[in-house]
């Protein structure tokens, strides 16, 4: 069964919230949550729906974590496959990718990027990641009403062939960030010494390197 399909069949059941974002939206957001570092369940549970729900509803909150924390799962466990294992929700081996599936996903993708604004803004700004950023632009609802160029689709199907690549390795960047900043805690947790050396085998006292930061 393709991501779509499972997605929909998670977040389709009868018993769940109608309210829950649509499929192939809520694919683009759970993954774009997998692939911001340091988000706690605390700042994305309540995009899970169109509109903030009912908090006070304990069921309607235990059917809507259940599914979405399930569909979070297979996609954690396809982006640690890698490329060319992992696929997003709008992407079918073979087939040239719908640009309006496309731009769902993306909508979703955008909904978890704004939960952490300055790290995308970092990656946009920075050259070895802005290429990344630069995949999903032309998705972006935003810029429906701007003129386009002639060759506007043509790179849409380029760049939709890229993104998922792209989304393995912004996991891996989102990984490398939670496992620095888990690191410097347990460093500063055990009380190096300033003029020690620095556990992380940078070569330099540990109070001008992790320490200063």
Known sequence: MNSTKLSASILAHPDLDPDLLPPLEMDGYLTGILVTPDLDAEQWVAGLWKQIPDFTDERRL???LVSALARRKTIETELQKGW???RPGFSEIGKKADHDKVRIWVRGFWKAMRLDPEYWADLAQDERTASFIGLFVGFMDMLEDIEEREDADELRDEH???????LVGMRKLALMREGNARALTSMKATKVGRNAPC?????QKFKRCCSAN
């Open 84 to 86: 060319p294992a992992f």
């Open 160 to 166: 939709a062939a890229l993104m998922p690549r792209a």
């Open 199 to 203: 556990p992380c085998g940078s070569g």
């Open 62 to 64: 235990h059917a809507a």
